[in-house]
């Protein structure tokens, strides 16, 4: 697989389905797409691939791993990207995070969300909210689509380095150097008013040649509907290796010892 992107794109994005923050950002970049013209190119990263090498039951909190292999079986559904092109590449994006991150907690209880996540009935349900063919739900459970996957994942890495997780952009500058990071990490929509202004900021931060990193640990809850919605004064966790601390079985058993 060639890593070359659309010609001539401004923004490479690294989706992956499931993550809640990957929705969040993705959204922020479809609205500043959309007030500023740029070109985005919607790629794919695997979180089920990108830690394949890791024990789902002490390295995760237990709800990771059926997560994330639903993120998996859906991005073998996105790889139509083969046969259809890119073009459908963002309304897919949008139709799979309204599928579930607009649910109410009380929709989302109710459908059994994460079980519903990338079964066939989802997938189609989807594929025709993004006006594409949803007999290509057929893929879910289609491995052949992997060693792309795996090859477009290890890409984003390559630009990134491998301690990160998602989303991963790619910003593609008229007069310097392509530079890829991590995040931004956003945990609500910015309202429309302020999306460019934050977009700003973000390609400031990234125009600079020494910038690596800008973090903190503490998050608010993301503010999605299946999550509560929006909050005036929302909810903090305290993440730190890609999970909300206190998650883990390792958390619970030195709790539970103290």
């Not at 401004?10 to 609205?31: G, K, L, N, Q, Y």
Request: charged share 25%.
């Amino acid at each position: 697989m060639s890593d070359a992107s659309i010609s001539g794109c401004d923004i490479e994005f690294f989706w992956d389905p499931v993550c809640p923050f990957a929705c969040i950002t993705s959204r922020w970049v479809e609205d500043v797409a959309a007030q500023t013209g740029l070109l985005v190119d919607w790629r794919f990263i695997s979180l089920r691939l990108l830690n394949k090498d890791k024990d789902y039951a002490t390295e995760f909190a237990p709800e990771y791993e059926q997560g994330h292999t639903a993120d998996l079986r859906f991005l073998r559904v996105a790889a139509i990207r083969a046969d259809l092109g890119r073009a459908p590449m963002g309304s897919l994006v949008r139709a799979f995070g309204e599928s579930y991150s607009d649910l109410t907690r009380d929709e989302a209880r109710g459908v059994g969300i994460r079980e519903h996540l990338s079964t066939d009935a989802h997938a189609r349900a989807v594929l025709a909210s993004a006006g594409v063919d949803p007999d290509y739900a057929s893929a879910l459970d289609d491995p052949s689509w992997d060693q792309e996957l795996n090859a477009e994942t290890e890409l984003a890495l390559s630009r990134t380095g491998r301690n990160v997780g998602t989303p991963i952009i790619t910003f593609h500058r008229p007069d310097a150097p392509s530079v890829s990071f991590l995040g931004p990490v956003i945990s609500r929509v910015p309202a429309r008013a302020e999306s460019v202004a934050l977009w700003d900021a973000v390609t400031t931060l990234a125009s600079f040649p020494g910038f690596a990193e800008i973090k903190r640990s503490m998050r608010e809850v993301p503010q999605l509907p299946m999550l509560g919605g929006l909050s005036a004064e929302p909810a903090e966790e305290d993440w730190t290796g890609g999970h909300c601390r206190g998650h883990l079985a390792s958390d619970r058993d030195e709790k539970a010892a103290t």
